[in-house]
């Protein structure tokens, strides 16, 4: 029994055992050798406490490399892990090294191709034919212009030298894109230490237009110049023109205004001249970069092509800063045969306001109206005679040249009685001729209207023009035209001993659609030229509507209409600084508070005709003395700070007696008239003579007084008159307080007398409604 019973438990302790064996086969050779050992021991069934311990062992041993077996498990997954992590890295940093290198190379590719293959072909320049980039330099070697050339040209198309055939003239350097176009640049030192730089690109294919754009803004500068555009900015920077020809045209509808200038100058001390002989495109911040661009293009109206093929030629200047470079070039853009009479016309012009009547309705206009407006004026006792300017309404149809009989039956007694007054008689005339003219016919069978092209009957080309729905159109290229024109005007002078002309030309696009001159014209506007210098040269001229080029003294450039708003007002000056800018010294503003027109209803309409002398001037009256749907005193206010502006503008322009509005209106202009007698017209000529030999603006930007002040250059609600008063005027409704920033020096505060330094703004500066303000320059030793 009990070897039976002995039996039976080591067969026990061999199943434990097998079972301790699979469990744990890491310690299975240490398990067999203590069971083999208790043979002795387990003979009775019993173990002992040594038997126990090694069993407490076994365990302990189990539990041991369990744990040994998962931390060497961990060890080899974080192992796993960091080369998984150094991998990463490694790749990252790969990448990292590539960016690095192409970044590296593309600078080094961009560098050898703006520094090393750029040539220095002609002093402080450096231009790559490859990639047509041009770097103009200063005397510091800093660079202040950067031109991307040939814009049209594809990427890196090849260039080649010209033959020697095409090398003239000899001093220039040429280069061929191979039948595309052919480029030659040469350069020229002048005096003041100018050095200006000849560009030209003759097409040679209809295919190809040539376009050169130049940066803006930033490191290069700010741009300045060309004519009144759609959205004026001062800058031109902060405006935006999209490519058009450079023709005149009216603001609202076309690209440009009725004035301008191929003259563009920079604040880096850079100008560019645009020749006369270029069919010019300009652009102005049209892509997503800022930049001005010009082009070389014909097109079917405004420069209409004969044989030539386009060209685009310009030259770039620059000086060691812009006031330099200004007053360099506008030296070369003088008067020639100036007379003594010339100076006292601009001097009287300066000095006594113009009184206009503009009717916009012909029977409005007749010579008790003429009579009584004289003598009123006369009344207020406080303000010179001056001119008196009459609209077309005084012909019975545009183009007569003859006074209207039924509305003028004694205008020699008239025009005698207002020459006593003081006063002088201005009328204007236009190119057009009405159908209803009784001049029309007679310059039918004289042919000297503008023809229609493609017509071989030489029938005249028809066109419409303000009020006139038919007219045709004198053709001042013909040469039987001047003679005819001139002889109407000289009978009239000496008829009525009118004083002088005003010619109202219109724009580019008042031309008939399909015209055609006697002699072509490579731009439409040379008519104005032409006109102005055929008139000129037979009686006295006032002033002009619109030109391209500086008419002949004593004539006066006239801004363009503008409606009466806050945002006219706001206009003024950056139209008054770039017209001074591009070659316009003697200007003359709009009247007093506007043109009269909202959208496309007038003033006359909504004033019962039951007087017509009285309608007569209101239709001449500001809008802000009529309740239309505005309020009174804002209406005030606009022609408050409207006649404060034009107190220091060249010449004051009247549409109505300042009396018609109310007593606060008509106590101000009494003390800008004594402030405007007193100390602005003795300033004003001084600096004619200056104007006229050098022709630099009387209204100018304050960078003309320092240009080293970066500032400057933006301020675009101030000007000064000569280098010697700020003014800095209200703009915007219901302000009372603006910013003023004034120039290096001492400045005399015209409000409160004291005196201020320069250099710097003045925040928050105090400007009741009835001031304005200015400042005066004071001698540089002055102390406080």
Known sequence: MLRRRHLKRRKH???????????????????????????????????????????????????????????????????????????????????????????????????????????AYFKYTRFNKDDRFLRLFGVDGHEIAFGYLGVDLAEREKAFDCLAGHRTPSNAQCFEWMQKARLYLSHEERPEGLNCYTVEWFSLTDKYNPIDCYEDGEQYGHWYGGGRSLGMAWPVQLGRVEMSPFITGHVGR??????????????????????????????????????????????????????????????????????????????????????????????????????????????????????????????????KQGHVLLNEFWQAEMGDFSLDQKRFPTMKETINIIHRRGFRIVVTIQPFISTESRNFAKAVREGILVKQIGNERDVPALTRYKTVQSAGMLDITNKNCGPWLQQQLKDLVEKYQFDAFYLDMGSAYDLPRHYLFAENLTNPDYYKSLFTQTVSDSVNVFGVSSAISRPPAPIFVSLLSLASTWDSLQVIIPTMLTYGIVGYPFLLPGPVGGDFQVGNVSLHALIPPDNPSIELLETQSLKECKQRGQNYNESRELVMRWMQLATFLPVIRYARLPSDCDPQVLQLTKNLTSLRQQTINPLLKRYVQEALETAVPLIRPLWMLDPSDTTCYIVKDEFSIGEEIIVAPILRPGATEREVYLPAGVWQDGIEGSLRKGSRWIHNYKIPLDKIAYFVKMPNNTRF
């Open 13 to 119: 302790i061999d199943k434990s055992d097998v079972h301790v064996e699979y469990k744990s086969p890491v310690i299975h050779v240490t398990r067999r050798s203590s069971t083999a050992s208790q043979s002795d021991s387990d003979k009775y069934g019993t173990l002992d406490d040594t038997d126990m311990s090694v069993n407490s062992l076994t365990s302990v041993n189990s539990i041991s490399s369990l744990l040994r077996e998962k931390f060497l498990m961990n060890i080899q997954k974080m192992s796993k892990n960091k080369e998984v992590q150094a991998d990463y890295k490694l790749r990252a940093l790969i990448i990292f090294l590539f960016i690095v290198i192409v970044c590296v190379l593309k600078f080094a590719h961009v560098y050898y191709d703006r520094h090393v293959l750029q040539k």
């Open 254 to 383: 076309h690209r440009w205004g009725s004035v301008l200038g191929r003259y563009f100058i920079n604040s880096k001390g850079v100008a560019i001249t645009v020749h006369s002989n270029t069919p010019l495109h300009v652009s102005i911040n049209a892509g997503r970069d800022n930049r001005l661009c010009i082009k070389a293009s014909h097109d079917d109206f405004a420069y209409r092509r004969t044989t030539d093929l386009p060209v685009l030629n310009y030259t770039i200047c620059s000086a060691r800063n812009m006031k330099t470079l200004h007053t360099a070039l506008s030296e070369k853009m003088l008067w020639d045969g100036l007379k003594a009479s010339d100076t006292e016309i601009i001097n009287s012009l300066l000095t006594e306001p113009v009184w206009q009547l503009a009717p916009s309705r012909k029977e409005l206009l007749n010579e008790s109206t003429m009579v009584n407006y004289t003598e009123d004026i006369i009344t207020l006792g406080f303000i």
